[in-house]
């Protein structure tokens, strides 16, 4: 059993750096990419994994790992199946939120914005950059889908990889990106004591970035 005792023997206390508004980039892409940048050189693990939180017809939330892609004017590009759940979330409700973790730096970036699809032609490019293996998943798998036994999941991948026995694999039309464009991007830097440093940057009505410390 877990106990609460040993979840309090984890507590870590963060000491690695502060926060300023003087350090701050004026605009959130461009903070964005100085800390990118800074846990691709620590390195950080798969520093391009953050989680995707959607909301169903309900309200209810979910969360799951995406690799990030890109990130530009636009906002934060990511590709899926369009009929998984979260797609199929995304297509009732166009909002999202996205938070990146990098403990070695001890460093969340949250982001909330609205979302929309990327161009098919986009969507095309960067599936042909990917693996032949991973081309062949993505009409492999009915995303999100209950199956019989990971039997019925190989035997798709065989059927599959005798359609397209040659390295041209086509882009599923089920299968795309999506952008997030951000309306509030929160950068945190852990402090001792658990007095964080929390910047937010939010939109005004004129589309300007307002940037404001958060109390921790």
Same mark, same amino acid.
């Given at each position: ?5 040993s ?17 701050? *980039?004026?605009?959130?892409? *461009?903070?964005?990419?100085?800390? #990118? ?10 520093? +391009?994994?953050?989680?995707l ?7 209810q939330?979910s *969360? $799951? ?8 004017? @636009?906002? #934060?590009? #990511?590709?899926? +199946? ?11 409700n ?16 949250c ?12 969507s095309?490019?960067? #599936? +042909? %950059?990917?693996?032949?293996? %991973? @081309? ?5 798998? %009915? ?6 036994? $990971? ?17 041209e694999v086509? $882009? ?14 929160e ?7 658990r ?6 940057y ?10 404001e410390?958060?109390?921790?």
């Amino acid at each position: 059993m877990l106990k609460t005792g040993s979840l309090a023997d984890l507590r870590r206390d963060y000491t690695l750096a502060g926060l300023r508004r003087a350090d701050l *980039a004026p605009t959130p892409l *461009a903070q964005f990419h100085h800390w #990118f940048d800074q846990a691709v050189a620590a390195p950080v693990p798969e520093p +391009n994994a953050m989680t995707l939180a959607t909301t169903d017809t309900a309200g209810q939330p979910s *969360a $799951r790992i995406v690799l990030l892609k890109a990130a530009d004017e @636009r906002g #934060f590009v #990511f590709f899926t +199946n369009y009929d998984s759940r979260k797609g199929r979330e995304l297509t009732h409700n166009p909002r999202a939120a996205l938070v990146f973790f990098w403990p070695q730096l001890e460093r969340q970036i949250c982001v909330s914005g609205q979302v929309t699809r990327v161009s098919a032609e986009e969507s095309t490019a960067y #599936f +042909n %950059s990917r693996p032949r293996g %991973s @081309r062949l998943a993505a009409w492999t798998s %009915s995303q999100s889908e209950a199956i019989a036994d $990971r039997a019925a999941l190989e035997e798709r991948l065989r059927e599959i990889t005798e359609k397209y026995p040659d390295e041209e694999v086509a $882009r599923p039309p089920h299968w795309g990106g999506y952008c997030l464009a951000p309306a509030r991007v929160e950068f945190w830097q852990g402090r001792p004591n658990r007095l964080h440093d929390r910047f937010q940057y939010r939109k005004d009505p004129t589309g300007e970035w307002i940037i404001e410390r958060l109390s921790p």
